[in-house]
């Protein structure tokens, strides 16, 4: 059918019998076949193309033309989205723009469109102008026919002036939910992609994502192709190689120790800081005994951050302990286990990170860690939205009632069932989902022994001590006490004799 759009079709006439789709991913990107998803997205998009160029007196409604032009495609994380328009890019007639987020996610399409011998134009913040100069000649001369860039780059005057001698026949915006999560707090190019769109005049504009609610995408729709209206295609965003699970915790890195102790690897663990990072890196470092452990922000240099993509990249046995910096489209395929040690801010942040692990379609484990902390921290989330979104996965992180898949899709809004899950499904499904903090059973059996003996800062010393459950330092103990007393389980006493002594709360003294 769509033979006749593929000029370059003849450098592989050994496929001329096969879907020329599948003849085009197996012969330019070594891909067997595609998936039925990405077969539906590419052709939509090289019809698009084809229906486009036709001479407008054909008689096509603009509201028609506007929905072949945009268009919103949410595959779930490992579906290969990037396939979806690097097979397109060869063989339309122009230049495809990528907008991605993150300058590892760039270095990382980069290396493996090299690694294909398809050479792509990479515009970035910290090129001096001769660089920048040699990579529009790139695209001028046409010897590439990717431009690989971020919004923030595309938005200075020059590249806006340099984009209109282009001919640019798709853009590209990859991660699109960075519109609604970054555009309102520190990302604010996000917020301007239809001046990017508007310098660039692009045949067709395209918004790629793993996973979206309803709200989300609507902000996605607003912000990138305002009134113009976007077709949408929209895959089951479930998971069914993952197994999923939940913590409570006050003690995080211990508990995340813990749980590498006996989950599989590779490991990545999500934090929600660089210190955080920094720090638990650390940790395991020192608990588990163990090298193969190493950290990754945003705030590593350019050479720092390859070193660690391409430790972590070819590790069968390594740990990475990172921020959202190593998230998106990060293609490690054989992660066995992804613990967020903080809750994310929303559950299509959680999706798309804890979507890392089993890219191959190999069993996969993904955790999220809760406790006290996370309703602390609602205080300091930003717009009222941004705190329902977070509330909502704290409370899929408490509730141990109901199926996590099932819960992770209603998040999401979508109508479908989960898939047969491969591997196990959850914790709930599986019957060992617990929703008391790690640390409740030991510290109040300890105070059921010693009601109203302690106060706070004693019952530390005493714990740090060894008399107490487990081994704690005198602040782990502290802070566990004290992850207690918030959560309910303790509760301190405010008779004259007994003020401030540590005592059981009723509902735990019946344990």
């Known amino acids: ?30 891909i067997p076949y595609l998936l039925p998803y990405q077969k539906l997205v590419i052709a939509g998009i090289l019809e698009a193309a084809e229906a486009l160029r036709a001479p407008a007196e054909g008689g096509m409604p603009d509201d028609d033309r506007r929905c072949l032009r945009h268009r919103i495609v949410i595959l779930p994380t490992g579906a290969g989205k990037s ?24 270095a990382d399409q980069v290396r493996r469109l090299e690694e294909r011998g398809i050479e792509a134009a990479v515009l970035r913040g910290g090129q001096s102008p001769a660089e920048r100069g040699a990579q529009w000649e790139k695209l001028r001369s046409g010897r590439s026919r990717f431009l690989i860039t971020n919004p923030e ?7 806006r002036e340099r984009l209109k001698t282009l001919r640019i026949a798709h853009l590209v915006i990859d991660e699109a939910h960075c519109v609604s999560e970054w ?13 990017i769109i508007d310098s660039a005049s692009p045949l067709l504009v395209s918004a790629f994502t793993a996973t979206a609610s309803a709200a989300v995408l609507e902000k996605i729709r607003a912000g990138i192709f305002g009134t113009s209206g ?23 890195d211990g508990a995340v120790q813990d749980l590498l102790a006996k989950s599989e690897r590779p490991a990545l663990v999500f934090c929600s800081s660089r210190v955080g990072a920094q720090t638990l890196a650390r940790f395991l470092r020192t608990g588990l005994r163990d090298k193969e452990i190493r950290f990754y922000h945003a705030g590593l240099s350019r050479q720092e951050k390859a070193l660690v993509e391409n430790w972590f990249f070819s590790s069968a046995q390594g740990i990475l302990a990172a921020t959202c910096a190593y998230g998106m489209g990060m293609d490690k395929p054989d992660i066995r286990t992804v613990i967020h040690r903080d809750c994310p801010p929303s559950v ?38 941004e705190r329902e979104r977070q509330v909502k996965l704290i409370e899929y992180a408490e509730g141990a009632g109901q199926c996590r898949r099932a819960a992770l ?14 591997y196990g499904c959850c914790d709930v499904c599986a019957g060992t989902a617990k929703n008391i903090l790690r640390e409740e059973p030991g510290l109040t059996a300890f105070f059921r022994r010693n009601p109203r003996r302690f106060t706070i800062a004693e019952a530390s010393r005493e714990l740090s001590s060894g008399a107490g459950p487990g081994i704690f330092s005198a602040s782990e103990a502290f802070k566990a006490v004290q992850g207690l007393l918030e959560q309910g389980s303790l509760r301190q006493t405010g008779g004259f004799f007994w003020k401030g002594a540590i ?9």
């Open 1 to 30: 059918m769509l033979k006749h759009l593929f000029p370059l079709f003849p450098l592989f006439p050994h496929e001329e019998a096969a879907d020329p789709l599948d003849a085009a991913a197996r012969s330019l990107f070594g």
């Open 83 to 106: 396939l979806c328009f690097q097979v397109p890019a060869l063989f339309l007639d122009g230049v495809t723009v990528v907008i991605y987020p993150l300058l590892a996610l760039m």
């Open 153 to 159: 780059t595309l938005l200075a005057a020059a590249a």
């Open 183 to 195: 555009g309102e707090t520190f990302r604010p190019s996000y917020l301007n992609i239809r001046a």
């Open 230 to 252: 976007a077709h949408t295609v929209m895959a089951n965003p479930d998971r069914p190689s993952i197994t999923y699970g939940a913590v409570g915790c006050v003690l995080r």
């Open 348 to 385: 299509e942040a959680y999706l798309q990170e804890s979507g890392r692990a089993g890219r191959d379609g190999g069993p996969a484990r993904a955790v999220l860690l809760f406790g006290p902390e996370d309703r602390r921290r609602l205080v300091r989330a930003g717009s009222p939205a």
């Open 409 to 422: 899709l209603r998040m999401l809004d979508y109508q479908g069932e989960p898939e047969a899950p491969r």
């Open 503 to 511: 005592t059981l709360n009723k509902k735990a003294s019946k344990g």
